[in-house]
C-alpha cells in the first residue's frame, strides 16, 4: 500500500552543522517526491522536489537524495539555521487521486546555538 | 499574488455540532485540497476540489463534506462532530485538478472540539 515514513521524530543539531533527515516509502510506482518545512502555527511550505529519474537534487543548502533500490531519500540541509527548525515532511502526490499528498510523520529538528 | 488563506485561525466547538471551515486559494489556482492534521502528525488527505467537483477523497467518513464555489474558495463541513476531530485543518491550492503537483498551504483552521 501507499505510505511514506520518516525515520526519527526529533533531530537536535548544533547551528552549522549539516542536518540530514530520512525518510522511507513502500509504493514501487512513486515517481515524485515533494519536501515540506512546518514552522510552529504555519502550514507546510514547499523546499524542493525530485523525480524517480534523479538519484539527486540541490537547492539553496538543501540536498535531496532519492535511492530507489532501497526506497529511500533523504533531506540534506547544509549549515543548519536556527531558522531552520521547524518539522519537516517527506510528501508522496498520488496521480491516480487527484495529486493528493501521502505525508510521513515529520522529523522535528531543534537547532542549538 | 495573494496566498492561501482560511478562516477562523481557531474554532472551539462541542460534541456533536456542525463547522464551516473556509479557504480562499491562491490567486489563479482552481484546486483546493483539503487536509487534517492531528497533533504530532503528518497532514491526512481528506478532498479535493476541482472546478466546483470533487476531484478525489481520502478515508473519512461522509460527516466530512465540501464545496468550492466559481471563485474557486472552498468551504469544508464537518457534521456531528467528536472529539477525535480536533486537530488543524488544512488547505492547499494548486492549479490543474492533478496536473500540477505543487500545493501551496494555508496556515490552517485549529479546530478544538470539547
Known amino acids: 500500500g501507499e505510505s511514506v515514513g520518516l525515520h526519527l521524530p526529533t533531530l537536535s543539531v548544533q547551528e552549522g552543522d549539516n542536518s540530514i533527515i530520512n525518510c522511507a516509502y513502500s509504493?514501487?510506482?512513486?515517481?515524485?517526491f515533494i519536501w515540506y518545512k512546518q514552522e510552529s502555527g504555519k502550514g507546510p511550505q514547499f523546499i524542493i522536489d525530485?523525480?524517480?529519474?534523479?538519484d539527486k537534487r540541490q537547492g539553496q543548502r538543501v540536498t535531496v537524495l532519492l535511492n530507489k533500490t532501497v526506497k529511500h531519500l533523504s533531506l540534506q540541509i547544509a549549515a543548519t539555521q536556527p531558522g531552520d527548525s521547524a518539522v519537516y515532511f517527506c510528501a508522496d502526490p498520488i496521480k491516480a487521486a487527484g495529486n493528493k499528498l501521502t505525508f510521513g510523520g515529520g522529523t522535528r529538528v531543534l537547532v542549538k546555538p | 499574488e495573494t496566498g492561501v488563506t482560511q478562516s477562523p485561525t481557531h474554532l472551539i466547538k462541542t460534541r456533536g455540532q456542525q463547522v464551516t471551515l473556509r479557504c480562499s486559494s491562491q490567486?489563479?489556482?482552481?484546486?483546493v485540497s483539503w487536509y487534517q492534521q492531528a497533533l504530532g502528525q503528518g497532514p491526512q488527505f481528506i478532498f479535493q476540489y476541482y472546478r466546483e467537483e470533487e476531484n478525489g477523497r481520502g478515508n473519512f467518513p461522509p460527516r466530512f463534506s465540501g464545496l468550492q464555489f466559481p471563485n474557486y474558495s472552498s468551504e469544508l463541513n464537518v457534521n456531528a462532530l467528536e472529539l477525535d476531530d480536533s486537530a488543524l485543518y488544512l488547505c492547499?491550492?494548486?492549479?490543474?485538478?492533478?496536473?500540477?503537483?505543487?500545493?501551496?498551504f494555508g496556515p490552517g483552521t485549529r479546530l478544538t472540539v470539547l
Open positions: 525530485i523525480r524517480s529519474n534523479m
Open positions: 490567486s489563479g489556482h482552481n484546486t
Open positions: 509504493n514501487s510506482a512513486s515517481d515524485y
Open positions: 492547499a491550492s494548486s492549479l490543474g485538478g492533478g496536473g500540477a503537483f505543487e500545493q501551496f
